[in-house]
C-alpha cells in the first residue's frame, strides 16, 4: 500500500516525467531539485530524531546508523549513475512508477538496471574497493 502511494507521488508531482529530469540535467527547471532537495530536507531531520530520540524498531531494537567514511568509488558509481539517469531520463527509483503510468520501454531501462546489478555482484570481488 506504502509503495502504491509512493508511486501515485512520484507519478502526480510528475518526478518520473522523462522532460522533467531532462529539463533538471539541462540547469532549466528548479522543479527536480526543489523535490530532491525536500526528501534530503526530511532524510536529514529524520535521522537526527532517530539519533537524538534513540528510535527503536517494531521488534525494539535500538536503530544503530553506522559512520560512513569517504570512498572514491562512491563518487564514480554517482558519475555513473547520474550518466544513466541523464540518459535513460530514469532513475531506478520510479521505474515501476512508470512502468505502472503505461510507458513499457521503460522495461529496457529496468532490464539494463537488473543486468548492471547482477555484473557489479559478479564482478565485485575484482574491483577495488
Given amino acids: 500500500m506504502v509503495g502504491l ?3 501515485i507521488i512520484l507519478v502526480k ?3 518520473i516525467s522523462w522532460f522533467r529530469i531532462q529539463e533538471m540535467f539541462r540547469f532549466q527547471s528548479f522543479h527536480m531539485y526543489g523535490i530532491i ?6 532524510g536529514i531531520i529524520s535521522v537526527q530524531i532517530i539519533k537524538r530520540f534513540k528510535v527503536k ?4 531494537e ?3 546508523i553506522p559512520v ?4 572514491w568509488g562512491n563518487v ?11 540518459i ?9 512508477a512508470e512502468i505502472g503510468s503505461g510507458f513499457f520501454v521503460i522495461l529496457v531501462t529496468l532490464l539494463s538496471a537488473i543486468a548492471g546489478t547482477w555484473l557489479y555482484g559478479f564482478m565485485k570481488e575484482k574491483l577495488p574497493h
Fill in 68 to 71: 560512513k567514511t569517504f570512498h
Fill in 88 to 96: 535513460t531520463g530514469a532513475c531506478p527509483g520510479p521505474l515501476f
Fill in 37 to 42: 532537495g525536500s526528501a534530503i530536507f526530511v
Fill in 13 to 15: 508531482s510528475e518526478a
Fill in 57 to 60: 524498531t517494531l521488534y525494539n
Fill in 5 to 7: 502511494l509512493f508511486g
Fill in 62 to 64: 535500538l536503530v544503530v
Fill in 76 to 86: 564514480y558509481g554517482g558519475l555513473i549513475f547520474g550518466l544513466g539517469w541523464a
